[in-house]
């Protein structure tokens, strides 16, 4: 099994920053070398895929509505995952969900989902 427990979210006005952390845990996690990553989906719109991370943290995926504002990046020591937000915008405004699975960096249907956390970006 896999728990991720997200923290972070919040309301943040637009040009802000925030920064999301996920901590995973559970015996599946620690036996696999997972790749963890954010989704965001906003009101009526799909999940989207928009950063992700391999385990040992040398590859990294990026959404283009987010590069080079948002930055993804691991603490394996602690199981954690972050996503620094910068120059947040109000079409940033979403649930963030935090994923983990093996092939993340390749899938957009992971195996494992964390409960999402609230961010929303006033203008």
């Known amino acids: 099994q896999v728990q991720l427990v997200e923290s972070g979210g919040g309301l943040v006005q637009a040009g802000g920053s925030l920064r999301l952390s996920c901590a995973a845990s559970g015996r599946t996690f620690r036996r696999n070398a997972m790749a963890m990553g954010w989704f965001r989906q906003a009101p009526g719109k799909e999940r989207e895929k928009i950063a992700a991370?391999?385990?040992?943290?040398?590859?990294?995926y990026y959404a283009d509505s987010v590069k080079g504002r948002f930055t993804i990046s691991r603490d394996n020591a602690k199981n954690t995952v972050y996503l620094q937000m910068n120059s947040l915008k109000p079409e940033d405004t979403a649930v963030y969900y935090c994923?983990?699975?093996?092939?993340?960096?390749?899938?957009?249907?992971?195996?494992?989902w964390g409960q999402g956390t609230q961010v929303t970006v006033s203008s």
């Open positions: 991370i391999s385990r040992s943290g040398s590859s990294t």
């Open positions: 994923a983990a699975d093996v092939l993340l960096l390749s899938r957009t249907t992971p195996d494992y």
